[in-house]
């Protein structure tokens, strides 16, 4: 017994990290270290499987706080019972253990250094020899104040709750933009430019005739590890959101963060497709800073500093991704403002009763809420059905049909899936772009030049322009290049091959007076059938009657 008291006396002594004595008993005491880790030092009583109960319901008790089990007395028998006590090496707790032997031995176990504060204590406990005051360690245990015994209740009773909401609205949330990604891989695929422009792609025409795009955009992605990483990201933050909001608050928080994001992205001079829930992602990151700084009952002060820390590593992190080359980050910080500027305003908060005392936040979530929450889910995903509904996405899985379509006044034509044609003029050579670029499941254009001197060709002239140097664009690759044997005037055929984007299809054909080029581009990832409709398409130029 004094062995076991002169170790705590020790640990409490200056330069020993022992900050105050919690409980002392007669075998057991609880030391509260500087370093905010929980000691237990251990005069043992019980042996075997008895004693390793008691030490594993002990850490129990306090599941996320890092221990230090020091065990005074015993022999070699006690150190595969404080082994036992260890966690893996993957846990995010740590116990240390120690041991003070009857024989004077000093033990310590993984991660455990003798060379510590604990290990110096246990050496001048070992050959210090001294009468012990109990009544002196004893006046050393601080009783907590009723407001210390209050906010730990409060926070005892916060976690309990907290833990017992399920996150149903953020589940469903995951569960639809992984079964809308399903749809996706059905029409095309995740990356196919014409699938998901049909289905709602983000573009400037969002912010005009076709404001469905907004939120349609918000449930598509461009490829698995795109859905992937905002469906892990949108499970994390959004379970956390939803048990401190509720279910109503946290959807309308989603639908509209989401729709700041998008409307942020369309507004870009430049803007493109768009596709991703990244901005309702960066919705629940501000909001949960916007909680963090002003959690007002909420959120207990005891848990406050860690969601301040979490809540800025969180936007730091995703910050810095959003940088990347193709990262939309105009959506990412519309989101976040929207979240931020809703919690921070009290907006979504106001009413809302601390969470031990509503779990289930029916008081002070009425009517209104319930109703603004099924309104933004069903424009959300109406909004998705309307896109699917014009764009008829299911019809890129057939091969297109094709229709000749003449080329303005010349004389010539080709076979294109859209009769929409568009000229431009190129420094005296005429362009003509057939259908949406993004919509069509393959885009054709048409270059007619005229020769500067037009005439008669022979052999020699077929030889020179067909033996001329094929122009690649940056990032292709041209793949093949052959002379079209059939009859007809001369032609020749090139397929250019661009990484992870898509394939050309160029038939180059010379008459006496000019020289067209028919240019077919199918996107990667189409099927077989689109990418033989693409090659016949750029070879189906003909001379009109």
């Not at 002392?24 to 005491?29: G, H, P, W």
Request: hydrophobic share 45%.
């Amino acid at each position: 017994m004094d062995q076991y008291l002169r170790v705590v006396e020790f640990l409490l002594d200056e330069g020993a990290d022992g900050r105050e004595l919690l409980r002392l008993e007669e075998t057991a005491a609880f030391i509260a270290m500087e370093d905010s880790t929980l000691a237990i030092v251990i005069h043992p009583t019980k042996r075997g499987p008895e004693l390793l109960d008691a030490l594993s319901h002990q850490l129990s008790l306090n599941p996320k706080v890092h221990h230090k089990l020091v065990m005074v007395g015993g022999r070699d028998d006690m150190q595969p019972l404080l082994e036992a006590c260890q966690p893996g090496l993957l846990s995010r707790r740590m116990v240390q253990v120690y041991q003070l032997r009857d024989d004077g031995e000093i033990w310590s176990g993984r991660a455990s250094r003798l060379d510590s504060p604990v290990g110096r204590a246990l050496e001048a406990a070992k050959v210090v020899e001294r009468s012990i005051d109990v009544q002196s360690i004893a006046s050393r245990v601080r009783t907590p104040t009723k407001a210390e015994v209050e906010r730990v209740e409060e926070h005892r009773s916060f976690l309990e709750a907290y833990r017992g909401v399920r996150p149903s609205v953020t589940i469903g949330a995951v569960a639809l933009i992984l079964g809308v990604f399903g749809l996706q891989m059905t029409w095309g695929g995740g990356s196919f430019l014409p699938t998901i422009y049909r289905m709602g792609a983000n573009t400037s025409a969002s912010l005009g005739p076709e404001p469905w795009r907004l939120l349609a955009s918000t449930l598509l992605h461009g490829y698995g590890l795109h859905v992937a990483m905002n469906a892990v990201v949108l499970y994390v933050l959004g379970a956390h959101i939803e048990r401190i909001l509720g279910w109503r608050r946290h959807l309308v928080l989603l639908v509209l963060a989401g729709l700041g994001g998008a409307v942020a992205s369309a507004s870009r001079p430049d803007a493109v497709l768009s596709v991703g829930a990244s901005g309702a992602v960066w919705g629940l990151l501000g909001a949960a800073l916007g909680i963090a700084l002003r959690p007002g009952d909420l959120v207990p002060p005891g848990v406050v500093k860690n969601l301040k820390v979490a809540a800025l590593a969180n936007l730091a992190i995703n910050l810095s991704v959003s940088f990347v080359p193709n990262v939309d980050l105009l959506a990412h910080l519309g989101g976040g403002v929207v979240g931020v500027g809703l919690t921070l305003s009290g907006l979504l908060t106001r009413g809302l009763l601390p969470l031990a005392r509503d779990p289930a936040r029916r008081r002070g979530s009425g009517r209104r809420w319930t109703a603004a929450a099924w309104v933004c889910g069903g424009i959300t995903v109406g909004s998705l059905v309307v896109a699917c509904i014009v764009g008829r996405p299911w019809e890129l899985g057939r091969v297109p049909e094709m229709n000749a379509v003449a080329l303005g006044d010349t004389r010539f034509s080709v076979r294109a899936t859209s009769a929409n044609v568009q000229v431009d003029d190129e420094g005296g050579v005429a362009v003509y772009s057939i259908g949406n670029p993004y919509a069509e499941p393959f885009t054709t254009k048409v270059w007619v030049r005229p020769w500067s001197d037009p005439g008669p060709i022979d052999a020699d002239d077929v030889q020179m322009w067909r033996s001329r140097e094929s122009a690649v664009d940056e990032g292709a690759e041209l793949v093949d290049r052959s002379p079209v044997k059939a009859a007809g005037p001369p032609a020749y055929d090139e397929i250019h091959e661009y990484a992870d984007s898509g394939t050309l299809y160029l038939r180059y054909t010379m008459y006496d007076d000019v020289e067209v080029t028919v240019s077919t581009f199918v996107y990667e990832g189409a099927r077989d059938g689109v990418k033989a409709a693409a090659r016949a398409a750029s070879k189906s130029l003909t001379v009109q009657p």
